[in-house]
């Protein structure tokens, strides 16, 4: 599992980094992926508008084992 979560965060990484930030995959349990925000996505205000309505839904679309996503 954590594979394809993986090959999914890279694809998203270069949009991210974009902004200066980075995203790290932590761990995945009971269908909710844990990740961290890393360079200027940690604490920007915007992070969680990223992180639900971007990298969820990214990641509920390529592994549908994904319920969810949060930060930690």
Do not use: W
Not at 5 to 18: C, G, K, S, T
Not at 39 to 55: D, E, F, M, N, W
């Amino acid at each position: 599992m954590g594979e394809k979560i993986q090959n999914a965060l890279n694809e998203i990484r270069p949009y991210i980094a974009q902004h200066l930030g980075d995203i790290e995959f932590v761990k995945f349990e009971n269908n909710i992926c844990y990740v961290r925000m890393l360079g200027a996505c940690q604490g920007c205000p915007l992070s969680q508008i990223t992180l639900k309505q971007g990298v969820e839904e990214i990641l509920k679309a390529s592994v549908p084992e994904v319920e969810s996503v949060e930060a930690v």
